[in-house]
């Protein structure tokens, strides 16, 4: 099994967010050697703009036209990172909130990969997305916290976005973990990342990890 783990904090080193998918990660590899991880540093590799061109070829493709040299060009850098995305088993996301939903380096990841025909195609019966045997785990901190329950929980447009993108993809099977509150107080942050950094192990179990290679 192959698991791509999409990195979405600009912080580095002194992410909190990382430092709770290395406990995820530490484990998995403990537990299950055999899984290849593969990383993208969303800050730091460059994704094509999804400006004129590429938006064009998109249509164009759409009505069933050709593609000319340019559009050829910028339609293959978009469809190479989707085919890319597709090729894998299992997903970690690790995404900061900001502004109550997900940092721009992955909606800019998310606008390039969600290409029909690749990661899902239009039916008679509706929507239907290709990752349906696909797992995702999401592991998010924030600065104030947004549990259920919570007066700020209305305010988490990260989750329910996640879930409904990467659903629409097909991949239902997406767990998530949140460590919060994280700017309140150096004492909750110390027992919400404690927190996190245990269910982030315990999220290790609750996948369906193959013998494959
Ligand atoms: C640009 C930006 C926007 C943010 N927006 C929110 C927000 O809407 N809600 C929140 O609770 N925290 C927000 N935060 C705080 C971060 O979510 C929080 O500090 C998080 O733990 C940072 O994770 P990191 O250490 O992995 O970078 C924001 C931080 C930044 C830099």
Redesign the pocket.
């Known amino acids: 099994m192959k698991l791509l783990h999409l990195i979405a904090?600009?912080?580095g080193e002194?992410?909190?967010?990382?430092s709770i998918s290395k406990e995820f990660l530490h484990t998995l590899k403990e537990k299950h050697p055999h899984i290849e991880v593969d990383e993208l540093d969303l800050s730091t590799i460059e994704l094509p703009p999804v400006l004129d061109s590429t938006v064009k070829a998109k249509y164009l493709l759409m009505m069933g036209g050709e593609l000319d040299d340019q559009g050829q060009k910028s339609w293959k850098e978009v469809s190479d990172l989707a085919e890319h995305f597709i090729s894998y088993d299992l997903f970690l996301i690790?995404a900061?909130?900001?502004?109550?939903?997900i940092?721009y380096t992955l909606k800019h990841y998310i606008d390039v990969i969600m290409q029909a025909g690749i990661l899902f195609n239009f039916t008679a019966n509706g929507p239907e997305g290709f990752a349906k045997y696909e797992q995702m785990v999401c592991i998010t901190?924030?600065?104030?916290d947004?549990s259920p329950g919570s007066p700020?929980h209305q305010?988490d447009h990260q989750e329910p976005y996640l879930r409904a993108i990467f659903g629409f993809a097909g991949i239902e099977d997406i767990h998530f973990v949140h460590?919060?509150?994280?700017?309140m107080a150096p004492d909750l942050a110390q027992a919400a990342l404690e927190k996190a950094k245990e269910e982030a192990r315990q999220m290790v179990d609750k996948l369906t990890i193959t013998a494959e290679v």
Request: proline share 11%; net charge positive; no cysteine.
């Open positions: 904090t600009t912080r002194q992410s909190r967010t990382l690790t900061p909130m900001w502004n109550f939903s940092p901190s924030r600065g104030s947004y700020m305010l460590a919060q509150p994280l700017d």
